[in-house]
């Protein structure tokens, strides 16, 4: 059975539909190359590191220099790329949450809470629904090691296992 809170399946379906042309489109907009702060300093004519500074909020840029730099952002969308500004601050403000189903009700508002909390705070996400295959926990665990999330929330009691040596081993 496909409905959940009164979402019928081609209801779901419009949505994702809708979802996927406003993604399509928003990737469409911007330039084939992906810009940096090296592009926007040559338009706005400053070093790489006021734009870092701007960028950052640093409070040694004069108001007219901050202005014009945040207008050649504004003007050319410009986002700043994740996983190099994870690097200079050492947090990739992404948090992984692992959730056994999110078809549980229960589960799903847990999740729903989380996305909508880690959002206000400035964060990214990684959602991974694991079942209840020890394996799959394992793997999904060792993805996110990998992606330097910056901590992981493990959703349900369903990560409660007997054999812990895959954690002592990693």
């Avoid at 701007?54 to 207008?71: A, F, I, M, P, Y």
């Avoid at 952002?73 to 986002?79: H, K, Q």
């Avoid at 996983?83 to 949450?97: D, E, P, Q, Y």
């Avoid at 909508?116 to 079942?131: M, S, V, Y």
Wanted: net charge positive.
């Amino acid at each position: 059975k496909i409905v959940k809170n009164n979402l019928t399946s081609e209801k779901m379906h419009y949505i994702l539909r809708s979802l996927r042309k406003e993604c399509k489109r928003l990737h469409m907009s911007k330039d084939a190359k992906q810009l940096t702060i090296y592009d926007i300093s040559q338009k706005a004519g400053v070093s790489i590191a006021t734009v870092s500074r701007v960028l950052n909020g640093n409070s040694r840029v004069s108001d007219k220099t901050k202005e014009k730099v945040l207008n050649i952002i504004e003007s050319l969308g410009y986002e700043p790329n994740a996983v190099a500004r994870g690097l200079g601050s050492g947090s990739m403000k992404t948090i992984g949450i692992l959730c056994a189903d999110v078809a549980d009700i229960y589960l799903a508002n847990a999740v729903s809470f989380l996305e909508r909390e880690l959002r206000k705070k400035g964060f990214d996400f990684i959602l991974n629904c694991t079942g209840h295959s020890y394996e799959m926990k394992c793997q999904c665990m060792r993805m996110m090691e990998s992606r330097k999330v910056d901590a992981v929330i493990l959703v349900g009691s369903h990560y409660i296992e007997k054999d812990t040596s895959i954690i002592h081993a990693n």
